[in-house]
């Protein structure tokens, strides 16, 4: 089967047609047929009461498997409608990592509940695993590992992977323990394929690992995944260096997911939704736009501040106001710019405090690049426009150079603020990525107001006035 | 060793003198001490003529891991600097997957070159990878995998993978073949573990296999790892089912980063770096900064145009012009958030063409709740300040009814258009991200002008004129 989703959706009306027929082989066999992600896709569409009978009358594991697959607010809408019996057998069943996800999500009294369902082993690891600070590596792993002596020989090593394996969420990586359980190294399970059955566990370890502290962010798992590329798994170790688990690279993937849609979202000037945007309640979507937007609209206010001080000069040359949006979008879209280019250089490690003057020199270059060029073709447009239509009066010329000066120095301002403030707002210990476009280009609008009448002032001195 | 980077940083003085002694022994010490991503990190900070040396002295097969894991600029500039017959020996030592991905970023005569040095066998290999189109699945394999026969058994498909799996970049999965070469299934390695040694390999296929093909772009490849998230190597196919390498999911994990940072970077108005922010030369970089910045500023001319319209009616009310840049601001950032939600949306697939009609009654009330509520504020701070300072006139109180109404019709109008464009682009076969944040805000720029006047002169009729 290769990757056509049509055809795993051509099935849909025979999915729905065994469920609202109570056809239990049939669905049987179309679970054989597909994989879990594809059925769990399926599932996805059902109506909530055909959903309930899919999940009540599938085998206990290939539900849990499918139930696994489904989004997080699908999973808690689903556990909502089943009966308290099969709800209790399904979060039994839930690998601790994936039950962890969501219980998380889910508000206390909820969780509180799904916790009091859990087999007596089950509810101690989910209990330890919550007990974990929220965005800790412990909340994202799983205590399913194998992990073996190094006193034992390969063969031996194999024949306890046979025994233990079956429950394991990955057989990749196998871990090498002392007996108190911390961690001496990590072997990847084509060392022991390769090894001879004879050989011992020691001889195969290079004692070169890279565990995680449960405690730390885990923005840090991400990273550790990207740089050391060929694992799949990582131990987890508290900070005794007791291995106290594995995160594996699925969930890492997910997770970079999620944190880019918000890092995503913060740049476009909104509140991380924390859900799909179809699936964002109206209320609560309009509350996650509204605050960004009347912060940025109460700033910008300052720009009628601004220009109020400047309502001598406009009534008497009100040439110049027609150029103050394209002179302030310039700024701000350079601003744009430069601060989008920076906070992602600060969250792929390219650029640290250290190179604050490196970007500075640079962006200040940069910025006056950008302005002379634009200004060159804002200077053209007014001495055409100018001279063909007299569209701007007799001095356009000294006009033009007025714009002309005013844009270098916007754009220049601008560049310089969005590249310099996601700097400044990491070393502050504050989140690069407040300093979105539309917060940059809200503070080149006050300002570049103050900027634009100043030059013009300044350039055309009694001319205009 | 855990994840403490100050530990490997540590080292990088002894690695330095090691080099410039040319003390062969320390420097092997080093290297059996560290993991070759660390190394590599250290690496990536000597000078020029010091990396030289490195890669040199070391055995090849370690100085081929740690060339890898370096950037492909910086390994384009090692190869530079090193003998011939060195930079031969490297690159046939080369994983095909990581030689393509060098290979196809460098300019055409260095990449004739480097295949001239390859080996009769690599450098088949490496062309008829390359000769897949940019972009494509197939770019992105490496042919090194184990395949074996339906019917043999597990023994001897261990036996076979103990005989062959050295040199193969993950023998976390085994696919199964057909006499003819054609895929039958994927089996993860813990299924031969787990499995007894008599058994066929018949029995543990389950003849459930997502297969990419090679022809097929890159994304769907991401897709793929993120859906079916157990796997952590995918099989590559051509049209004819015909297995001819994998991908691995490393790969993949940098390929997403590269993606995403492409992405944000067009949302920020700027095209694709492709290199890291310091590296990027400053002309290139310009380059890059400067084509959208001036199609936004022409664009951005029109509000000059439009506001020429209105030249009258600012010279009659002065106090008009004040709140233009607040106005078409609060446009744009409403616009922004539209649109960058927008495009993540899609990325994601959670919003496709068939639900632009559930999207336009949503961001039709989204805008006029935002509206609203931006224009309340708006109105309140006329009123007071028009009450208090006299600052707006004697009909203050209708100016903050216009500006008000403008607020709304310009906030409804920048969620619309943001959050329209982006479907309509995707539907057309283009981008979505082309309709960035700064792009949105130009168009509302210039319409909005266009809306606050007219609404201004129709509600406040000749009370100002």
Chains 1, 2 share one sequence.
């Not at 291995?243 to 969930?251: A, F, K, P, S």
């Not at 920076?342 to 940069?366: K, N, P, Q, S, Y």
């Not at 502050?428 to 917060?439: H, I, K, M, R």
Request: proline share 5%; glycine share 6%.
């Amino acid at each position: 089967m290769s990757l056509h989703k049509p055809q795993t959706q051509l099935l849909y009306p025979e999915l729905e047609q065994a469920l609202e027929a109570g056809d239990l082989e049939a669905l049987e066999a179309l679970c054989d047929h597909l994989a879990v992600e594809d059925l769990a896709e399926l599932v996805d569409e059902l109506e909530a009461s055909l959903r309930v009978v899919f999940f009540s009358k599938i085998p206990l594991q290939t539900a849990t498997d499918i139930f696994q697959q489904l989004s997080l607010p699908t999973q808690s809408e689903v556990l909502d409608s089943l009966p308290a019996a099969r709800e209790a057998e399904i979060i039994n069943e839930m690998d601790p990592d994936d039950r962890t996800a969501l219980l998380e999500t889910l508000p206390i009294n909820d969780t509180k509940q799904l916790l009091s369902f859990l087999k007596p082993r089950e509810r101690a690891q989910a209990q330890k695993l919550l007990d974990f600070p929220e965005d800790s590596v412990g909340r994202l792993m799983t205590p399913d590992f194998l992990a073996i002596r190094q006193e034992w020989t390969v063969a031996r090593a194999m024949q306890f992977i046979r025994e233990n394996g079956e429950d394991k969420e990955t057989l990749n990586d196998i871990y090498v323990v002392d007996e108190k359980g911390r961690l001496l190294d990590d072997i990847r399970i084509r060392e022991f394929l390769l090894s001879a059955p004879e050989c011992p566990v020691e001889d195969i370890m290079d004692g070169q690992y890279t565990a995680l502290p449960a405690m730390n962010p885990q923005e840090e798992a991400i990273q550790a995944f990207k740089k050391y590329n060929t694992l799949t798994a990582l131990p987890v170790v508290d900070e005794d260096g007791l291995l106290l688990g594995i995160v594996t690279i699925d969930d890492i993937l997910l997770l970079e997911e999620k944190e880019t849609t918000e890092d995503i979202q913060k740049l476009g000037g909104v509140e991380a939704l924390d859900t799909s945007y179809l699936e964002a309640p109206y209320w609560n979507m309009l509350r996650k736009r509204v605050g960004w937007l009347t912060g940025l609209f109460i700033g910008e206010m300052f720009t009628a501040t601004a220009m109020s001080f400047y309502q001598g000069e406009i009534s008497k040359a009100v040439v110049l106001a027609l150029f103050i949006p394209l002179i302030l979008s310039s700024g701000g879209n350079s601003g744009s710019q430069a601060t989008t280019l920076m906070i992602r250089a600060i969250a792929l490690g390219e650029v640290t405090f250290a190179d604050i003057w490196r970007v500075f020199r640079r962006e200040i270059l940069m910025g006056v690049g950008l302005g002379i060029i634009l200004a060159v073709i804002g200077c053209l447009r007014i001495f055409v426009w100018g001279a063909a239509f007299h569209t701007y009066g007799p001095h356009y010329m000294i006009l033009g150079m007025a714009v002309g000066v005013a844009i270098v120095g916007v754009v220049a301002w601008g560049t310089i603020v969005g590249a310099m403030l996601p700097i400044v707002l990491r070393r502050l210990g504050l989140d690069p990525a407040t300093s979105s476009a539309p917060f940059v280009a809200t503070f080149i609008d006050v300002t570049g107001i103050v900027i634009y009448f100043n030059i013009a002032m300044f350039v055309m001195g009694g001319r205009l006035f």
